[in-house]
């Protein structure tokens, strides 16, 4: 008993710190919004999306559990653009994640114009669909590797 009592506080503690990550890890030079979409969300909705989007990873999520685990770990290395985009007439804030500049060149440098998209790269090329009517992510989808 007192080893499940100890496991659920210490998942909850995870959540918790996890949750507070995406946030407060992720520097605010390292968002963007993008005008190439259907329309251009506000600074505030994209603050509600990178909330939910912390909140999806923390979720028990069995389909894609191995992916998230990595990311997670790796909150701090990551940049993100929002692009407004509409579909079935209702709007979308689609969440492009991808690695943030290490030490050597930057591999993105037009990340602030235009969408970064490649092929491969697991982890840490993802991206995340975010309904701001219903303040739910859905779609998620990380890339596969070579």
């Not at 990550?21 to 520097?27: A, K, L, Q, S, Y």
Request: a positive charge; glycine letters at 8%; proline letters at 4%.
């Amino acid at each position: 008993m007192k080893t499940a009592i100890l496991s659920l506080c210490a998942f909850t503690v995870l959540q918790a710190c996890a949750h507070a990550g995406i946030e407060t890890d992720m520097p605010s030079t390292n968002r963007v919004i993008l005008k190439s979409g259907d329309w251009k969300p506000s600074e505030t909705e994209t603050q509600k999306a990178l909330a939910a989007v912390g909140t999806f990873l923390v979720e028990p999520n069995l389909k894609h559990q191995n992916e998230i685990a990595k990311i997670l770990g790796n909150l701090k290395n990551y940049r993100v653009q929002f692009v407004g985009v509409t579909r079935g007439g209702r709007k979308f804030i689609w969440c492009n994640f991808f690695p943030a500049r290490g030490n050597g060149e930057d591999d993105f440098p037009y990340w602030k114009r235009q969408k970064v998209e490649v092929m491969d790269g697991g982890f840490w090329f993802w991206h995340i669909d975010f309904d701001p009517n219903t303040g739910k992510c859905m779609n998620f989808a990380s890339n596969g590797y070579a």
